[in-house]
């Protein structure tokens, strides 16, 4: 019984997410193997090689891989799967675009999301917004998994010492061509991957006040900058902040919520998160049912004091 993770990478190093992935694919018993595809991607084949647990790094080079195209990636799985018995994706926007083609093309059902293995063949996975949790077996042979990355710990990125294989990938499907990509530049660290993340809500009232209040609080505190939907929605913060079901699910170390209600759109999205600070003058508000502290208080004098005192 073995398990390949579809490791998620820039080729020349690893994302984190492909971390807690390798954690989910661990416990499901056996070796773990980890396929690496991309364009002159020997640099993120050899940190690969680094992950602790990984017995084995399958390094597949291609010019029609450099973009991860999901028809590509797809057929190249399809190529090896027959040697394994679990194949697991993050399910991040990339995993959840090349594992339901995958399953379809083996003709088995998919996994989504899974927060817990219980055994090799039965996973957890949230529903209803987290409200409730899904217990799934599968008799599948092969088990296509899609794994929510906050429900695992990261695998140590160094000790391991996989060998690396290098393979013939599949030709390139024609089914899809890389036009471009328009990439935001940031000096704050990414959402998904943060230890500390300010996320600012509704209350806050407009973009400017936003920035003029949250900004200097995620400086001070080198955190990633969040938003509700409610503020996304408002056009306070751009999409890519927004956290919550519809938008990133995170979980960081420390996670403060400013005039942010608790809709459960957005607990959903952080409320596994190490420690939980919320500052609200509504004392009612379902924000405090999650919080380990709770601030009740107008967040325009209590940001900027917290600031002032760090």
């Known amino acids: 019984m073995t398990a390949l993770v579809i490791a998620e990478h820039d080729n020349a190093s690893i994302r984190p997410a492909t971390l807690n992935t390798v954690t989910a694919a661990s416990q499901c018993g056996g070796e773990v193997h980890v396929l690496v595809a991309g364009l002159n991607a020997g640099a993120a084949a050899q940190a690969a090689s680094q992950i602790a647990g990984v017995a084995k790094v399958i390094h597949v080079d291609g010019a029609h891989f450099e973009h991860g195209l999901a028809e590509n990636m797809a057929a190249q799985v399809i190529a090896l799967a027959g040697s394994y018995s679990h194949i697991l994706f993050p399910a991040t926007a990339s995993g959840k675009n090349i594992a339901p083609r995958v399953a379809a093309l083996l003709d088995v059902g998919q996994i989504?999301?899974?927060?817990?293995?219980?055994?090799?063949?039965?996973?957890?996975?949230?529903?209803?917004?987290?409200?409730?949790?899904?217990?799934?077996?599968?008799?599948?042979?092969?088990?296509?998994?899609?794994?929510?990355?906050?429900?695992?710990?990261?695998?140590?990125?160094?000790?391991?010492?996989?060998?690396?294989?290098?393979?013939?990938?599949?030709?390139?499907?024609?089914?899809?061509?890389?036009?471009?990509?328009?990439?935001?530049?940031?000096?704050?660290?990414?959402?998904?991957?943060?230890?500390?993340?300010?996320?600012?809500?509704?209350?806050?009232?407009?973009?400017?006040?936003?920035?003029?209040?949250?900004?200097?609080?995620?400086?001070?505190?080198?955190?990633?900058?969040?938003?509700?939907?409610?503020?996304?929605?408002?056009?306070?913060?751009?999409?890519?902040?927004?956290?919550?079901?519809?938008?990133?699910?995170?979980?960081?170390?420390?996670?403060?919520?400013?005039?942010?209600?608790?809709?459960?759109?957005?607990?959903?999205?952080?409320?596994d998160s190490k420690v939980i600070v919320a500052i609200n003058k509504d004392a009612e508000a379902p924000i405090f049912s999650v919080a380990d502290y709770g601030l009740e208080a107008d967040l325009f004098t209590a940001v900027p004091e917290l600031v002032a005192a760090l």
């Open 112 to 271: 989504s999301d899974i927060t817990k293995v219980d055994a090799v063949d039965t996973f957890e996975r949230p529903i209803y917004a987290g409200n409730a949790i899904a217990i799934v077996q599968s008799l599948d042979a092969t088990k296509v998994i899609t794994v929510r990355t906050t429900g695992f710990d990261a695998a140590a990125a160094s000790g391991g010492s996989a060998a690396v294989e290098i393979v013939t990938g599949v030709a390139d499907s024609g089914k899809s061509t890389f036009v471009g990509s328009e990439i935001a530049k940031s000096d704050r660290p990414e959402l998904t991957a943060a230890k500390i993340i300010v996320s600012g809500g509704r209350a806050l009232g407009s973009a400017e006040k936003f920035n003029e209040v949250m900004t200097p609080l995620a400086d001070k505190l080198g955190a990633a900058l969040g938003a509700s939907r409610a503020a996304v929605d408002a056009g306070y913060a751009p999409n890519d902040w927004q956290v919550g079901q519809t938008g990133k699910i995170v979980a960081p170390q420390l996670y403060i919520a400013a005039g942010i209600s608790g809709a459960i759109q957005h607990l959903a999205g952080m409320k």
